[in-house]
């Protein structure tokens, strides 16, 4: 009788232990699993990135564009006086007319070369023949400039001061034609015309007192 009613009183208390057990071995097995995936998270995830120190003072966002010395006509009609230009046009002869495509500011191929490896604008007036003129403006660096004056000092052409720069002139004749050349060189343009029996009065120094107005005034 004792025996059976011990084995009835143990019954319940071996139950509640293994439920207890159970339970603990349910939240240690979560646990685990838990720290097992958070684990795998962290290997998977990249490394964050070190963001940069912000400048102690920001960057404007629109950067001013470098400002040119002297003058920097971008047409033809800006490099004449009203006069001159009606004049040229009074003419009849075409302004860049398409046969004169090739055409820049001196005959001397060194000369022609700087000009046309150099950022420039040319201005012809008539067609490709005997008759007519063309002006390269062309801008360039100090020691192209100079490399430009000792070319035509080499060549024999005439060179003064002149204007607050440097004026050169050559002319000859040549199969019954008159060909020459006009230049002027100051502030980094270099204004080179070569004309063949069309020089127009007064053409190189009306370009020099428009584009520098200062020159005008003391004319």
């Known amino acids: 009788m004792t025996d059976e009613g011990d084995g009835r009183k143990a ?4 139950f509640i232990i293994s439920t207890i057990v159970i339970a603990v071995l349910v939240v240690a097995s979560g646990a685990f699993v838990a720290t097992l995936v958070s684990g ?15 400048p102690d003072r920001p960057l404007p966002e629109n950067q001013p ?3 040119r010395a002297g003058p920097n006509p971008t047409s033809c009609e800006q490099i004449y006086s009203d006069e001159m230009y009606g004049y040229l046009t009074d003419t009849g002869m075409p302004l860049n007319d398409a046969s004169v495509d090739d055409n ?13 490896g150099a950022e420039h604008l040319d201005c012809s007036w008539g067609f490709a023949g005997d008759y007519g003129l063309t002006t ?3 801008r360039l660096d100090a020691d192209t400039m100079q490399a430009v ?15 607050g720069g440097t004026r050169c002139l050559t002319a000859a004749t040549e199969a019954g034609n008159r060909y020459g050349e006009s230049h002027f060189l100051r502030d980094g343009l270099w204004l080179g015309t070569a004309w063949v029996n069309f020089a127009p009065d007064d ?12 020159t005008a005034d003391a004319a």
């Open 40 to 54: 795998s998270a962290d290997e998977a995830a990249p490394p964050p990135k070190p963001q940069p120190a912000a």
């Open 149 to 163: 004056r000792d070319r035509m000092t080499e060549l024999g052409y005439n060179c003064e001061d002149e204007d």
């Open 11 to 14: 019954t319940p208390r071996w």
């Open 65 to 67: 564009s470098a400002v």
């Open 104 to 116: 820049v500011g001196s005959r001397d191929d060194d000369l022609a070369a700087v000009i046309t």
């Open 203 to 214: 053409y190189t120094p009306d370009i020099v007192h428009t584009l520098w107005p200062d």
């Open 136 to 138: 390269s403006v062309t």
